[in-house]
């Protein structure tokens, strides 16, 4: 197992994972305690269409995917914050229109479409430095905004009041918006569209059950989100199985685990 | 200073179609306990909303109209410093799974952001104000786990631990048995009697409110009565605010 970390692909892949997941979880504490765990599949589904459009126009598809989900993301906060529709009913009407854009890009392409394939499962053995780049980018943007967290947090806790104290509630909704959808779409070629919602909700699920307070929530998902990478990678690895999978199903047991912790 | 802590002229609050608040006038001067009493969806949380800013605040289902002026400590609400407004939000709308301790709730009313580390000083000065409202031994409880009347004490604390010149409380006594009421008038009053603030109280116990405020608002979209409360809680002006007067609403009047 060693001795595989000294393969480049190996290298990115860990890397790769130990962001993503870092990232998804961070955003995933906000997301999931304002009930927004929805919000991961819809923006999935916005990369997928971005995705494939970048595929029709022979573009690399990061490039497309990235302003498509992030302009999903804005518009679904816009239809939250301007009409009384649940956040559920939001995000669904956007998760659909994506899907049905996602195929029809897909089939205005002629020929078999192979790349397609890696980025609905992902492949995380096959991080380009591309890849590794935006993701660094990324962790960047949502590192320079931690200072936010206590705005984030205390908007999370009660929207009102952190209105009625002069928070910038609306700004910081968007924000975090967009940075959830960054997350998503450079997390999609590593975990795949159609996992990375875990990605999000799992770890923050599982923080939640252990923790008193938002801030050790926080810490624990970062650190759950992270440290199920490597057990994933790992039997990824050995075992030949599918890598989102194996990371995905690892963050499970360490989320059944966190509920029998509970009920001692 | 100013004299009037919160002066209201001709304020209506329109939700698309539905008028929620129409025409209100209302001076209040300072150091003022003023109840505020009407029936459901009267608009009394709307009011104390507009005093914080928030009339358009949260979701809309088409376009909220606001017109007329607002006052708040001589002030416009959103240019009002922020620490001079005290609130209790009503606690049906607030969400008991967030996972926190009573002692951070207090503490982000103090720091107005939610508290990562509190720091020894914010700690004492928040245990110092959870005594006040005989609440310090929540202190480390969790918030899912308080109950209703425990749950008011440590917003109360929240709401007065940056002493606040106005406190607005949207039905504080909902829910907490008579004790926590009385104790609840006995920390307003005492806070009240030291610093000399302004207090605007949503209730639906007439009777306490007839003991304790200075003046008593009968809201109903419009202000069908504003006063002492003697002079306010009169029959005639008790059953144009709820169409008719009777058993079933709690109240209990006074003879007239
Ligand atoms: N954001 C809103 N959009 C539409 N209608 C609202 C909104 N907020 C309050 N209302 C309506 O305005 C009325 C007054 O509400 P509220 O001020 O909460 O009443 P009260 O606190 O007196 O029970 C209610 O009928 C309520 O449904
Ligand atoms: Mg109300």
Known sequence: MLEALQLPFMQRALLAGLLVGGLASYLGVMV??????????????????????????????????????????????????????????AIGIFFAVSVALGVLFMSLRQGFAPDAVAYLFGSILTVTPTDLWAMGLVALGVVALLPLWPDWAYATFDRELALADRRPVLLHDYLLAALVALVVVVSVKVVGIVLIAAFIVIPAATARLLSQTFAAMTLRAVGIGAFSVLPGLASAYLFDIPAGSAIVLTQALFFLLALGLRRL | MTATAVEIQQF?????????????????????????????????????????????????????????????????????????????????????????LALEVVVSGLRRRWPFIITAQERKKAEAMLDKVGALALANRRLGRLSGGELQRVYLARSLIREPRLLLLDEPATGVDAVGEADLYRHLE????????????????????????????????????????????CHECLSQAFGHVGHGHGLVLKGD
């Open chain 2, 190 to 233: 005492a806070y009240q009697r030291e610093t000399g603030a302004t207090i605007l109280m949503i209730t639906h116990d007439w009777e306490a409110a007839q003991h304790h405020a200075s003046a008593v608002l009968v809201l109903n979209r419009r202000v069908v009565g504003y006063g002492p409360p003697e002079r306010v809680l």
């Open chain 2, 12 to 100: 209506s609050v329109r939700f698309g179609e539905f008028q929620a608040l129409q025409e209100v006038n209302l001076s209040v001067p300072q150091g003022a306990f003023v109840a505020i009493v009407g029936p459901n969806g009267a608009g009394k949380s709307t009011l104390l909303k507009a005093l914080l800013g928030l009339e358009r605040g949260a979701l809309r289902d088409g376009p909220t109209q606001v017109s007329g002026t607002v006052r708040v400590l001589g002030l416009p609400p959103r240019q009002v410093p922020p620490g001079w407004v005290g609130y209790v939000p009503q606690v049906k709308g607030f969400d008991r799974s967030f996972p926190a």
């Open chain 1, 32 to 89: 999931v305690q304002r009930r927004l765990s929805f919000l991961g599949d819809g923006l999935a589904h916005a990369a997928f269409a971005g995705v494939a459009l970048g595929l029709l126009l022979h573009q690399e598809p990061l490039w497309v995917a990235i302003p498509f989900a992030v302009g999903v993301s804005l518009a679904i906060t816009w239809v939250r914050e301007q009409s009384s529709l649940g956040d559920d009913t």
